[in-house]
């Protein structure tokens, strides 16, 4: 247990894990989805980037279930986006927007209206992957 301060901190410091967890979840999304459409061997390719800088657990653990289109829930989309919105309060709070945040609840809105808030947020990887598969050009 690691204590942050006067009563609140506890929730600020989970506010920032889900913001930074939302950016990893979008950087892989993008990535893994450039990777498949250019045609690279994914397989090949993940243990290369997870001995990187750009190694993470998120990586390691949910990159090629991402690639198989496998969101069997980790850390379900819903919950994700509830912690978000918490994380969004607390950021008006303080007068600012961040962007990540924002586009990262736009996307998940879309995918649970479709029916995918029970999977893991990795489930994002479905919206990037179709920009590709479609052909659409234009950004999300």
Do not use: C
């Not at 989805?33 to 980037?49: H, K, M, R, Y």
């Not at 657990?57 to 690639?67: C, F, I, K, T, V």
């Amino acid at each position: 247990m690691t204590h942050f301060g006067p009563s609140g901190f506890g929730q600020r410091a989970k506010a920032v894990n889900q913001v930074l967890a939302a950016g990893m979840v979008q950087a892989i999304s993008e990535a893994l989805a450039f990777a498949d459409a250019s045609g690279l061997d994914t397989e090949q390719l993940l243990p290369v980037l997870g001995q990187g800088a750009v190694g993470s657990r998120l990586l390691e653990r949910r990159g090629a279930r991402m690639l198989a289109e496998d969101f069997e829930p980790g850390f379900r989309m819903a919950l994700h986006e509830k912690d978000l919105r918490l994380s969004q309060a607390l950021l008006q709070s303080l007068e600012v927007n961040l962007p990540m945040v924002e586009m990262t609840l736009k996307h998940y809105e879309r995918l649970m209206a479709q029916g995918h808030g029970d999977e893991d947020m990795t489930a994002l990887y479905r919206l990037k992957r179709e920009l590709f598969r479609t052909g659409n050009r234009r950004s999300l």
